[in-house]
């Protein structure tokens, strides 16, 4: 075992009571996050006819409101492509008939705040094995998680995501 100062053994007793592959929680990781960038996958949900674009409505304190492409950031060892799965299933509940890429690569900085601040982000094209829930399809006024497809970008796209304008 490594000898490590009294503070940086504290911490480390601590990680290694966390199995990071299943996450680490949101404490921790908004700590983590103010000092290295995250890497993420963002899902561009195509529809079968490939013009249009699924979009979700967020309404959290860190980026909403607004439509985002759906995405979520990469566990300790996790493959990109699975974690591309698992967002189409947290976000939609929807298994991928196709996915394709990554297609593009952009990194995302919030010049507002640090926690959450920068992302090194991997750009996929999916398409649904089926249709999401119609319970969450959004109206005029959606909440948040509710979902829409778009011919075009809209323009309240969250602004951290500008950046995919030009994949719509």
Known sequence: MTDYPPDLALVRRWFDAIDAREGIGKDLYQAVSQLVPSVSVELLIKSTDRKST????????????????????????????????????????????SVNGPVGFHEIFNEDRDIRGHFLAFVFEVTLAHQPEKS??????????????FDRCPDDLIPNQRQLRAYF
């Open 136 to 149: 969450r399809r959004a109206g005029d006024e959606p909440r948040d998680g509710m979902w829409r497809w």
């Open 54 to 97: 699924l979009l979700i409505w967020r309404a959290d304190e860190y980026y909403g409101p607004g439509w985002h492409v759906p995405g979520g950031v990469v566990r300790f060892k996790e493959p990109l492509q699975k974690r591309v799965y698992k967002v189409a299933k947290n976000e939609l509940n929807c298994d991928l008939a």
